[in-house]
T-cell receptor, first 111, second 117 residues
Framework: QKEVEQNSGPLSVPEGAIASLNCTYS??????FFWYRQYSGKSPELIMF????GDKEDGRFTAQLNKASQYVSLLIRDSQPSDSATYLC???????????FGSGTRLLVRP | SAVISQKPSRDICQRGTSLTIQCQVD?????MFWYRQQPGQSLTLIAT?????????ESGFVIDKFPISRPNLTFSTLTVSNMSPEDSSIYLC??????????????FGQGTRLTVV
């Protein structure tokens, strides 16, 4: 069974710090990797996606992918209290477009 | 990104009844999916809504319980049939294949929060 694992947290960081969120996946055939942010009572919103090994940066967010280790991470620089949310890691095989989600990591940014 | 509208946004239903949830997209999309998010849990894929053919269900989900329609490339419905309290969840419509966003991005509707009493 294909699985996506995340530490449930909460991960607590002070405002302005770097938050590091990690995710591992079991299916070596996974090709696309996504990070979603979900505020309580809201639907998930896409933050970033990454397909290739290495780093991908978008503003304060950096996604890192290591397919050999089956590991994907999300770094949030200069964390803000508004970043406090649950972050969901999801993986997909390109041919199917279906997403398998991790259980999510709850992030708390302390003012 | 396309605008995805889901109705109803929330409902409280009696045990044994059925509820149909609608998902409308403001542009044609290749693929539409239905997910469930049970309280305190992550998202689980229920099925892929196929235009013009029967939906493709994931393990643990069956058509009799979750019938799905996809009459065209912008609209789909999910029915939760013969509901029990265990069906209390958030149900989310997701679309991919948006022409202006690339093939492998998935966006979600605002969800339908269902409570079965």
């Amino acid at each position: 069974q294909k699985e996506v694992e995340q530490n449930s947290g909460p991960l607590s960081v002070p405002e302005g710090a770097i938050a590091s969120l990690n995710c591992t996946y079991s299916d070596r055939g996974s090709q696309s990797f996504f990070w979603y942010r979900q505020y309580s009572g809201k639907s998930p919103e896409l933050i970033m996606f990454i397909y290739s090994n290495g780093d991908k940066e978008d503003g304060r967010f950096t996604a890192q992918l290591n397919k050999a280790s089956q590991y994907v991470s999300l770094l949030i620089r200069d964390s803000q209290p508004s970043d406090s949310a649950t972050y969901l890691c999801a993986v997909s095989e390109d041919s199917s477009y279906k997403l398998i989600f991790g259980s999510g990591t709850r992030l708390l940014v302390r003012p | 990104s396309a605008v995805i509208s889901q109705k109803p946004s929330r409902d409280i239903c009696q045990r044994g009844t059925s509820l149909t949830i609608q998902c409308q997209v403001d542009s044609q999309v290749t693929m539409m999916f239905w997910y469930r998010q049970q309280p305190g849990q992550s998202l689980t894929l229920i099925a892929t809504a196929n235009q013009g053919s029967e939906a493709t269900y994931e393990s643990g989900f069956v058509i009799d319980k979750f019938p799905i329609s996809r009459p065209n490339l912008t609209f789909s419905t999910l029915t939760v049939s013969n509901m029990s309290p265990e069906d209390s969840s958030i149900y989310l419509c997701s679309v991919e294949g948006l022409e202006d966003a690339g093939d492998t991005e998935a966006f979600f509707g605002q969800g339908t929060r269902l409570t079965v009493v």
